[in-house]
Nanobody, 124 residues
C-alpha cells in the first residue's frame, strides 16, 4: 500500500523558515516532487528530485530559498523553505512517481501517480 504523508506545515512570518517532510512507504520511486496551490491560483511545481542521480529542479521564484532533499533510504523527502514571503502561502503537496522526470516535472504534475494529502503553509 503506497502512502505519502506530509508534515511540518504551519504559520511563519515573512523572512522566516519552514521545514516540510514527506514520509513515503510502499514503493521506491524514481522522482519525488513538491507542488503547491494557493486559493484562486493554479497548481505549480515547486521542486523535484531524481532519486537515481540526485538531480534537483526548482521553480524560478524559489531558487536560492528552498532546498529539496531525500534521505539515503529514499523514503523521507524534505523541503527546507527560507526567506519566506506571503506569496509562498499555499497548500503544499508531496508527489512521487516511478518515472524519472527532469525539468518537465512542473508541467507534468498530473502525471505523478501518487500524492499526499497536503500541508498548509501560511506566511504573513
Amino acid at each position: 500500500h503506497v502512502q505519502l504523508v506530509e508534515s511540518g506545515g504551519g504559520s511563519a512570518l515573512a523572512g522566516g523558515s519552514v521545514r516540510l517532510s514527506c514520509a513515503a512507504s510502499g514503493y521506491t520511486f524514481n522522482t519525488y516532487s513538491w507542488f503547491r496551490q494557493a486559493p484562486g491560483k493554479e497548481r505549480e511545481g515547486v521542486a523535484a528530485i531524481d532519486t537515481g542521480d540526485g538531480s534537483t529542479y526548482y521553480l524560478n521564484s524559489v531558487k536560492g530559498r528552498f532546498t529539496i532533499s531525500l534521505d539515503n533510504a529514499k523514503t523521507s523527502l524534505v523541503l527546507e523553505m527560507s526567506s519566506l514571503t506571503p506569496e509562498d502561502t499555499a497548500m503544499y503537496y508531496c508527489a512521487a512517481d516511478r518515472e524519472s522526470y527532469d525539468t518537465d516535472y512542473a508541467e507534468r504534475c498530473d502525471d505523478f501517480g501518487y500524492r499526499g494529502q497536503g500541508t498548509q503553509v501560511t506566511v504573513s
